[in-house]
């Protein structure tokens, strides 16, 4: 079965740093990727996702991902982050009808 | 505002009882999912519906039922509940059944058993 692997449970940066998020994903053919944000208290909201195609994927709010088949990889990075990006994100991966989803990484943005 | 409704927002409820999860789908969606957010399990799949019928199921427990009906609203139903089953239920919907589609989630259900 198709998996995801978060690599970090939290990751601290300060305001206007770059910040990367990482997602390793179990290899297949056929691989449709998403990136989902969870603000507190909130449901997940989805920030851009990879289907086919140009493999530098933009979303929402500035953030940006890189499917590499190579490394199996789909990382999330965003150049500059605000303290408003600090939340819960979730790489999932499509997988017969349903998303299987990563055990999520923790953004904190300090000022 | 993803368009997905879910209610009630909270519910505290005792070991053994039963409750129902409500689920409203955005407006033209045919397929609704529910997962189960908690802090030992993370985000985990439980079942999917399309247009009324069953169409995927994950780590759902005997336990728990859910419903599709003609209007497209999704039970999500709790029985016989264990202090383990304290998590957060969300319902996303698609306008697919199939297909990476991109699922739109409701702002979930916080259950607590004590």
């Known amino acids: 079965a198709q998996s995801v692997t978060q690599l970090d449970s939290q990751v601290p940066v300060f305001e206007e740093a770059p910040v990367e998020l990482r997602c390793n994903y179990s290899?297949?053919?056929?691989?449709?990727l998403f990136w989902y944000v969870q603000y507190p208290n909130q449901g997940l909201q989805l920030l851009l996702k990879?289907?086919?195609?140009?493999?530098l994927v933009k979303g929402i709010n500035g953030f940006e991902a890189e499917f590499n088949k190579s490394q199996t990889s789909f990382h999330l990075r965003k150049p500059s982050v605000h303290i408003s990006d600090t939340a819960e994100y979730f790489c999932?991966?499509?997988?017969?009808?349903?998303?299987?989803f990563g055990t999520g990484t923790r953004l904190q943005v300090f000022p | 505002d993803s368009g997905v409704t879910q209610t009630p927002k909270h519910l505290i409820t005792a070991t053994g009882q039963r409750v129902t999860l409500r689920c409203s789908p955005r407006?033209?969606?045919?397929?609704v999912y529910w997962y189960q957010q908690s802090l030992d399990q993370g985000l985990q799949f439980l079942i999917q519906?399309?247009?009324?019928?069953?169409?995927a199921k994950g780590n759902i427990l005997e336990r728990f039922s859910a419903q599709q009906f003609p209007d497209l609203h999704s039970e999500l139903n709790l029985s016989s509940l264990e202090l383990g089953d304290s998590a957060l239920y969300f319902c996303?919907?698609?306008?697919?059944?199939?297909?990476?589609?991109?699922?739109?989630f409701g702002p979930g259900t916080r259950l607590t058993v004590t």
């Open positions: 290899s297949s053919v056929s691989v449709y």
């Open positions: 519906y399309y247009n009324g019928e069953e169409r």
């Open positions: 990879y289907l086919s195609g140009s493999t």
């Open positions: 999932a991966v499509y997988n017969t009808d349903k998303l299987i």
């Open positions: 996303a919907s698609s306008v697919s059944g199939t297909g990476p589609y991109e699922q739109y």
């Open positions: 407006s033209g969606d045919l397929s």
